[in-house]
């Protein structure tokens, strides 16, 4: 738990938590993504692409060629389709799938920050959409996401705004916040589950190991970073009541996501 600090000090300390497995319970993008194809966005072609892939990660890892070519899948997916209907759907999977599936022990973590007076940032891969819609629903101050371009009235052009906040991106996107907001990294804490949170865990002073994977837990028990595993709690929160006008604006990134869900599930059964 932190400790509770002077309004002073509390105005430059923030809080960055990952958000699969970290506050919610498996790949969140995965849930949207199979509303999508329920409603067309996709078919059978480009589930057997991410599987393929996803089969090729576990094998052989990343590549950028490999990451290249689902990232230009992905942003297909949701060209020229409307925000608003996306908006639309996020909404309906928050409140019927994800809600449900926030770690009590992660979310009890996210309050004490808040009550403490910290700001609290949502870092992550997982489309903006998903990460500005779990920042408003959890109390948190804002997310750094993945965020798709959208034209003035509202369609997915099919392109990034700038790259994936994945891996050493994740730590750009929170020095950059803390010189915009003028918070002390050095005093601020962070969370996430997997080896590729690394950079963001090392960016602050008071790093934590949240339902950490093998290679986490080992890197973090080496650098004696502290380790929270809140997954033996097997009961949801629903956390439905929360505001309902979220702004969204797209979801391309959401098959990534996916393929690099089912490569931990992958590896896990492996291991």
Same mark, same amino acid.
């Given at each position: 738990?932190?400790?509770?600090?002077?309004?002073?000090?509390?105005?430059?300390?923030?809080?960055?938590?990952?958000?699969?497995? =970290?506050?919610?319970?498996?790949?969140?993008?995965?849930? *949207? /993504? #199979?509303? !999508?194809?329920?409603? %067309?966005?996709? @078919?059978? &072609?480009?589930?057997?692409?991410?599987?393929?892939?996803?089969?090729?990660?576990?094998?052989?890892?990343?590549?950028?060629?490999?990451?290249?070519?689902?990232?230009?899948?992905?942003?297909?997916?949701?060209?020229?389709?409307?925000?608003?209907?996306?908006?639309?759907?996020?909404?309906?999977?928050?409140?019927?799938?994800?809600?449900?599936?926030?770690?009590?022990?992660?979310?009890?973590?996210?309050?004490?920050?808040?009550?403490?007076?910290?700001?609290?940032?949502?870092? =992550?891969?997982?489309?903006?959409?998903?990460?500005?819609? *779990? /920042? #408003?629903? !959890?109390?948190?101050? %804002?997310?750094? @996401?993945? &965020?798709?371009?959208?034209?003035?009235?509202?369609?997915?052009?099919?392109?990034?705004?700038?790259?994936?906040?994945?891996?050493?991106?994740?730590?750009?996107?929170?020095?950059?916040?803390?010189?915009?907001?003028?918070?002390?990294?050095?005093?601020?804490?962070?969370?996430?589950?997997?080896?590729?949170?690394?950079?963001?865990?090392?960016?602050?002073?008071?790093?934590?190991?949240?339902?950490?994977?093998?290679?986490?837990?080992?890197?973090?028990?080496?650098?004696?970073?502290?380790?929270?595993?809140?997954?033996?709690?097997?009961?949801?929160?629903?956390?439905?009541?929360?505001?309902?006008?979220?702004?969204?604006?797209?979801?391309?990134?959401?098959?990534?996501?996916?393929?690099?869900?089912?490569?931990?599930?992958?590896?896990?059964?492996?291991?």
């Amino acid at each position: 738990m932190p400790a509770t600090q002077d309004s002073t000090a509390a105005a430059r300390v923030a809080a960055f938590f990952d958000v699969d497995n =970290t506050i919610v319970r498996g790949a969140s993008a995965y849930h *949207l /993504a #199979r509303e !999508l194809y329920r409603r %067309g966005f996709f @078919g059978p &072609r480009d589930i057997l692409f991410a599987a393929r892939h996803a089969l090729a990660f576990a094998v052989n890892g990343e590549s950028l060629a490999r990451i290249a070519a689902i990232r230009e899948r992905a942003l297909g997916m949701v060209r020229g389709r409307s925000v608003a209907e996306v908006l639309s759907i996020g909404e309906e999977v928050y409140d019927e799938v994800l809600g449900s599936r926030v770690f009590p022990g992660t979310l009890a973590l996210l309050e004490s920050h808040v009550a403490a007076g910290h700001e609290v940032w949502l870092v =992550t891969a997982t489309p903006t959409e998903i990460s500005d819609l *779990l /920042a #408003r629903r !959890l109390g948190a101050t %804002g997310s750094l @996401g993945t &965020r798709v371009e959208a034209t003035d009235d509202g369609y997915y052009t099919g392109r990034l705004l700038g790259d994936m906040v994945h891996g050493e991106a994740k730590r750009a996107g929170v020095e950059a916040l803390a010189r915009e907001r003028g918070i002390d990294l050095q005093n601020s804490y962070a969370y996430g589950d997997s080896i590729n949170d690394v950079p963001l865990l090392a960016a602050v002073g008071r790093p934590c190991a949240v339902n950490p994977e093998p290679r986490l837990r080992a890197h973090a028990h080496a650098r004696g970073w502290p380790v929270r595993d809140f997954r033996r709690r097997r009961r949801g929160v629903d956390l439905r009541a929360g505001a309902r006008s979220a702004r969204w604006a797209g979801t391309a990134w959401a098959a990534a996501v996916v393929v690099r869900a089912l490569v931990r599930w992958v590896r896990s059964r492996a291991a």
